[in-house]
């Protein structure tokens, strides 16, 4: 039969709330990142990044927040809206844009109508 | 805007078979790479090539090869296939500043 994947974590928030997804990563010498969000069988999609010389950046509704003393990443996404609904991955660089990046585990965000 | 293409979006073999997966990156973009993402998993970095030479290597099986041509789109061969190799292969691209971007991926299935 199918092989079942790993539970993502979930959070669910109601239509018009704020949400916050949070990412810990491992390697302190990472210094670029990045948050993508991929909706069921579609490739990861961009939606903000950060430098490790800033602590905060802001997009159109979605705010990143950079914490390199306890290695953290959060993702706030404002009045949630039903198409914000997807999985979201933080993801990391050490080095140049010719880089790979290593994903962190992703997190399931449901938006309740 | 030019996205990141890959050729075909579906994809169903046996096992034993061989697949090739294709991936025509951004124009200008000078690195490519390969992803593996099973059913509810993040995605597995495997290979990647920066101008046309391979530069990184990831969790790549050794019944999998990839290359990048001249006109810069790459190709992953994948032989001998197993059940296990079922999932979604996502290209992407870059630039030395940044810019990744993925496409819409290949969603293989080994019966």
């Known amino acids: 039969g199918e092989s079942v994947g790993l539970h993502l974590p979930t959070l669910s928030v109601q239509e018009g709330d704020n949400s916050i997804i949070n990412c810990a990563y491992s390697?302190?010498?990472?210094?670029?990142f990045i948050w993508y969000k991929q909706e069921s069988g579609k490739g990861p999609q961009f939606i903000i990044d950060?430098?490790?010389?800033?602590d905060k950046r802001q997009g159109q509704r979605v705010t990143v927040l950079l914490n390199k003393t306890v290695k953290h990443l959060s993702l706030q996404i404002a009045a949630t809206q039903p198409g914000d609904s997807a999985v979201y991955f933080c993801a990391e660089i050490v080095g140049s844009g010719n880089t790979p990046l290593v994903f962190g585990k992703g997190t399931r965000l449901s938006v309740i109508a | 805007a030019a996205g990141v293409i890959q050729s075909p979006r579906h994809l169903i073999k046996e096992k034993r078979e061989t697949a090739t997966l294709k991936c025509y990156p951004i124009?200008?973009?000078?690195?490519v790479y390969w992803y593996q993402q099973g059913p509810g998993q993040d995605p597995q970095f495997l290979i990647s090539f920066y101008e046309k030479m391979q530069s990184d290597k990831g969790s790549i099986p050794d019944r999998f090869s990839a290359q990048q041509f001249s006109d810069y789109h790459s190709e992953l061969n994948m032989s001998s296939l197993e059940l296990g190799d079922s999932a979604l292969y996502f290209c992407a691209s870059s630039t030395r500043w940044g810019g990744y971007t993925f496409g819409s991926g290949t969603r293989l299935t080994v019966v």
């Open positions: 950060i430098r490790s010389n800033m």
């Open positions: 124009p200008r973009h000078d690195t």
């Open positions: 390697n302190s010498a990472s210094d670029y």
